[in-house]
């Protein structure tokens, strides 16, 4: 009996075969120009944004994507605690400092009527920026993560923005494909960040992008990914290679024609989770109808803190089952951070279980995870 994980890669035979003739023709590093606009190509087609600049990871896109905004040091980045811990890392490398807050209740995604009333009653406008009353510091973007594929009210975030000037940097590295409205992600934010890590949905094995409809925001970022380079050893400004390659572009390319294809096995997943919780009674959360997203990580939310005996369970079964994401205002390192009450994201990290997930899932595993689940529902 196989090991069933959370996530692994499942590429399509098409994907493995775009690598093979990007191999044959020598196309493998981050100066492959022609694979490396084919993958921006088709990520712009899918997001349907103006420009796209790949990056070697959703990690870098973040950093990439505060620093193209303008973002400067000692500044304030709105975000969620309950993230990845890349979203905060790359807010820190940037230079400026990550203000915490709480998931909207029954979402997994930032609770913005707590950011606005706390931007209301903690800041002070001087000239066209807003700062911090306590700390004085420049309170300068909003980061919201779209948490497993999950999206907050988009509208209400450009509406918080527009209202304390803030950019707007979406965290979008488990929500590919996902549209607000029917329409591009790009027209709501100032930069999406994206991330084809081997456990993502569709995958290029590493790597990552941001996409935008913003020219000065793309010449940015094409910089800060490029060591800055404006001719052969000149350098107008600061820069790292941050760059993908050709290798991870073709796998990307291949994984990105077969996106319908994705979207539909990740739904029909999500579809089996979803009556299998409503049938034995265990909680999940759904997405609004305006959000058309798939969901990266099937969860459901149990009714209990589950305890270390359900995970040694599972794995006798051959179940990788773990815990998920702790919060970031309960990392040691982030704890002198800007933290705000956290009252729904302390009742979801320790309640939430991720399920396997990965394109591979076939039925005689979901029986088995199902089975499982049913079997050791007394520890949920
Ligand atoms: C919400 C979130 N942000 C950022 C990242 C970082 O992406 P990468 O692993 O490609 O650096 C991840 C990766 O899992 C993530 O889940």
Known sequence: M???????????????KKLIDTLRKNQISTASKSIIKKFEKKISQLDGSKYVVPTNSGSSALYVGFKAVGVEKNDLIIMPSYTFVATANACLLSGAFPWFFDLEKKKLTIDLDQVENKLKLMSFKKGKFFYH?????????ICPVYTLGFLPDLIKVKRIAKKFNLKIIADAACAIGAKYNKKSLALYNDVVCYSFNGNKSLTAGGGGAISTNNKVIYKNSFLLTTNG???????KSFGLNLRITGIHAALGYGELNEFKKIQMKKNRLRKKYINTSQINYFETYFLDKNINSMIW?????SKKNIKS??????????????????PMHLQPFLKNELIEKMKNTNFVWKKILVLPSSLNINSNDFKKIEKFLIKNSKFL
Request: charged share 25%; aromatic share 18%; proline share 4%.
């Open 2 to 16: 196989r090991n069933i994980n959370i996530l692994e890669p499942n590429l399509f035979f098409k994907s493995k």
């Open 133 to 141: 009353k306590k700390t004085k510091q420049r309170i300068f973007a």
């Open 229 to 235: 380079k404006s001719d052969q050893y000149f350098h």
């Open 297 to 301: 990580l099937n969860f459901l939310i």
């Open 309 to 326: 005996i359900f995970f040694k369970n599972a794995k006798r079964n051959k179940l990788n089952l773990a815990p998920f994401w702790t």
